[in-house]
């Protein structure tokens, strides 16, 4: 019973907070303590098709030259696969709303393609804990993405946990690499 109580709340305080981000504006006037902070979304990850450069970031001046991190019109598929969440937490941040827009954009144009959203957490807490919240996760990628008009048919969300870490250190940098949702597109 009282199991039942914590997660009605905890799912009461995820609610709220998903509320609270999609009225939200996101500050675009300048940079952010975000921009300043060296962390996960500085770093150049490995995507799916093995590049390393991660083409444009949130932002930048992509293939298609048009700022869209994309190969070229806007039903084209974002060669950026990672969005990242802070410590303990599944609410998406201002900051990845464009990735995960183009991502929507793509999906909705292309209606025979589907991608896995794999959840991933750093190492603190136990492991039930983290194949929870890594699901949280990308749960919150995918309400994102249908609400975007993706058909829930195009997705899959699987939780990984603390199982695949993208970085194997202890430190604060490290953990926050871990802490992501991956899109794998099939």
């Given at each position: 019973m009282a199991f039942a109580r914590i997660r009605s709340f905890f799912y009461l305080i995820l609610m709220a907070g998903l509320l609270a981000g999609c009225f939200a504006k996101p500050d675009?006037?300048?940079?952010?303590?975000?921009?300043?902070?060296?962390?996960?979304?500085?770093?150049?990850?490995?995507?799916?098709?093995?590049?390393?450069?991660?083409?444009?970031?949130?932002?930048?001046?992509?293939?298609?030259?048009?700022?869209?991190?994309?190969?070229?019109?806007?039903?084209?598929?974002?060669?950026?696969?990672?969005?990242?969440?802070?410590?303990?937490?599944?609410?998406?941040?201002?900051?990845?709303?464009?990735?995960?827009t183009r991502h929507a954009r793509y999906l909705a144009a292309n209606p025979d393609v589907k991608v896995v959203l794999e959840g991933h957490c750093d190492e603190r807490g136990t492991r039930e804990y983290n194949v929870a919240l890594g699901e949280r996760r990308a749960n919150a990628v995918q309400r994102f993405l249908t609400v975007q008009g993706v058909s829930a048919s195009q997705l899959e969300v699987v939780s990984y946990g603390e199982e695949k870490p993208q970085a194997t250190g202890?430190?604060?940098?490290?953990?926050?690499?871990?802490?992501?949702?991956?899109?794998?597109?099939e």
């Open positions: 675009t006037s300048g940079p952010t303590s975000a921009d300043s902070y060296d962390g996960p979304h500085k770093t150049r990850p490995i995507h799916a098709d093995g590049d390393a450069s991660g083409g444009a970031s949130r932002g930048g001046a992509g293939a298609g030259g048009d700022g869209s991190g994309q190969a070229g019109g806007p039903a084209d598929k974002p060669t950026e696969m990672i969005v990242y969440f802070d410590y303990d937490m599944s609410v998406i941040k201002p900051e990845w709303r464009d990735l995960l202890t430190t604060e940098a490290d953990y926050a690499k871990n802490r992501r949702v991956e899109f794998r597109y």
